[in-house]
C-alpha cells in the first residue's frame, strides 16, 4: 500500500511560479513511476508528465519548457516545478504511482493562477 501526500498549492499572479512536493509512504513496494494530473473544472483529468524509475522524464506539450519533473530518493518525495505560469494552468493538481501491482492518487492541490 501506498500513499501519497501532495502539498505545494496556492494562488499564483500570471507569470509566477510554485513547486509542488509529493511525498510517497510505505513499505513492501517498489514505485515504477510517478506522475503529475490536472483537473480543471469542467475538463478531463490532463496528464501532464512522467518520471520513471530510472529517472527518464516525459512532458505533455503543454507544460514543456516551463514544468519541471524531479525527485528526492532520500525523502521518498517527488516535485513538480512550474514557472510561467498562466490562467490557464488552473487545476486541481495530482499526483499519481504506479507499482507492479496497483496505481494510487494522491489528494490534489488547487493551482489558481489569477491576479
Known amino acids: 500500500q501506498v500513499q501519497l501526500v501532495v502539498s505545494g498549492g496556492g494562488l499564483v499572479q500570471p507569470g509566477g511560479s510554485l513547486r509542488l512536493s509529493c511525498a510517497a509512504s510505505?513499505?513492501?513496494?517498489?514505485?515504477?513511476?510517478m506522475r503529475w494530473y490536472r483537473q480543471a473544472p469542467g475538463n478531463q483529468r490532463e496528464w501532464l508528465t512522467t518520471i520513471t524509475r530510472g529517472g527518464t522524464t516525459n512532458y505533455a506539450y503543454s507544460v514543456k519548457g516551463r514544468f519541471t519533473f524531479s525527485r528526492d530518493n532520500a525523502k521518498n518525495t517527488v516535485y513538480l516545478q512550474m514557472i510561467g505560469l498562466n490562467p490557464e494552468d488552473t487545476a486541481v493538481y495530482y499526483c499519481?504511482?504506479?507499482?507492479?501491482?496497483?496505481?494510487?492518487w494522491g489528494q490534489g492541490t488547487q493551482v489558481t493562477v489569477s491576479s
Open positions: 510505505g513499505s513492501g513496494f517498489t514505485i515504477n513511476a
Open positions: 499519481h504511482a504506479r507499482t507492479v501491482m496497483a496505481s494510487y
